[in-house]
């Protein structure tokens, strides 16, 4: 999947915005990432509507489809 790094370029994502777009494209629930990052549910929905307001689209599945299809671009340094 797209690195974090590109998802906020691409899309002008916050840091924690990718982070959740990418734990969904990894298979994780709302609920999963929630916990994980010992954030409320509440708070995890609110950066979920966020994504999909800047990436246009209304579903997590079409938010996964749209980040699988972008090609891993891997900065050497």
Known sequence: ???????????GLSAAEARLARALCQGNSLEEYANDQ???LPTVRTQLRS????????????????????PVIRETS
């Not at 994504?51 to 972008?70: D, N």
């Open 1 to 11: 999947f797209a690195t974090a790094r590109q998802l906020m370029e691409l899309f």
């Open 38 to 40: 010992g954030l409320k």
């Open 51 to 70: 994504v999909f307001a800047k990436t246009g689209t209304e579903r997590q599945a079409a938010l996964v489809r749209l980040i699988a299809g972008i």
